[in-house]
């Protein structure tokens, strides 16, 4: 008889243990994301320095966690207690009930506590996710502050400026048509952006960047292309990655070279006539220094 009650309340008691472990563990991801983060546990040597630990626990941060979970203990224990002295009032503990009945007043018990405390566990967690959003809003403004700074701190110099300023006037009004008339090839996008490079060997060790602009430039540059014969290749990917990491005056960028170098061999075999020419118009052309623009 007492074996068959013990399994009868198992049935009762563990379903509703159960849910109360899902339910701590969901109100606990809601909280935290359910990040799974196996390097966490990883041993490290580290992780054993007393003196760290230390700072740890008794610095604000750790103070203010250790005050948080007491207080969530608290009122779940406060909670529990204040159910449980309700509940004293019942029959069970003043007469001898029949097992059936005791069984039935422990499930009731249960429910009624894991009712109580799902209810509390969202309540805690839906007050710990909103002083989690506000921290982390806080650290975003941090954050986006310390990116203003960044940009402040690599805002072009006034002279800088004005030189690119001149050199698209140059570009537009014709007078800067030179840098691009001695490009290798000028890569369009085709209507948005235009890039002019240029590759000479035994002077440049990658292809430059002679011009790029967008809209009004671009067509520009294509303009100047077309008049001096400067083959025009069009890519809108390698277009738009030359126009948005590409300086004028300087190298391309690293992880452009074999598609570059691609275009390079393809335009050389294709207009082999043009680059006879365009080395003795480089030997009549004036050393200019380009600027961005």
Request: proline letters at 5%; hydrophobic letters at 50%; a positive charge.
């Amino acid at each position: 008889m007492l074996k068959e009650a013990y399994g009868t309340m198992a049935t009762v008691v563990l379903p509703l243990m159960l849910a109360c472990f899902f339910a701590a563990f969901v109100s606990e991801g809601m909280q935290t994301g359910f990040s799974y983060t196996p390097k966490v546990i990883d041993p490290k040597l580290s992780k054993f320095n007393p003196i760290t630990g230390a700072k740890k626990i008794f610095g604000i941060k750790g103070l203010k966690t250790f005050l948080i979970d007491f207080l969530k203990f608290l009122a779940i224990g406060t909670v529990v207690w204040l159910t449980l002295l309700i509940f004293l009032d019942h029959p069970i503990f003043y007469a001898p009930i029949p097992i059936e009945e005791v069984l039935r007043f422990i499930y009731i018990l249960f429910l009624v506590l894991f009712a109580i405390l799902v209810l509390l566990l969202i309540v805690i967690a839906v007050i710990n996710f909103i002083i989690k959003k506000k921290e982390h809003h806080e650290e975003m403004k941090m954050t986006k502050q310390e990116v203003k700074d960044e940009h402040k701190s690599k805002e072009i110099a006034p002279e800088v400026k004005s030189a690119q300023r001149k050199k698209a006037r140059e570009l537009l009004s014709g007078q800067g048509a030179q840098d691009v008339s001695t490009a290798d090839v000028v890569v369009t996008n085709p209507t948005h952006y235009a890039v002019a490079l240029r590759y000479e060997k035994g002077t440049d060790h990658a292809p430059v960047v002679v011009a790029k602009g967008e809209n009004l430039l671009a067509r520009r540059i294509k303009a100047i292309a077309i008049e001096f014969e400067v083959p025009l290749v069009e890519n809108k990917p390698v277009a738009r990655s030359l126009f948005a990491l590409g300086r004028v005056g300087e190298v391309i960028p690293l992880e452009l070279y074999r598609v570059v170098a691609e275009i390079l061999a393809n335009v050389y075999k294709a207009h082999s006539y043009y680059f006879h020419r365009l080395k003795a118009r480089r030997l009549l052309a004036q050393k200019k220094s380009p600027v961005v623009f």
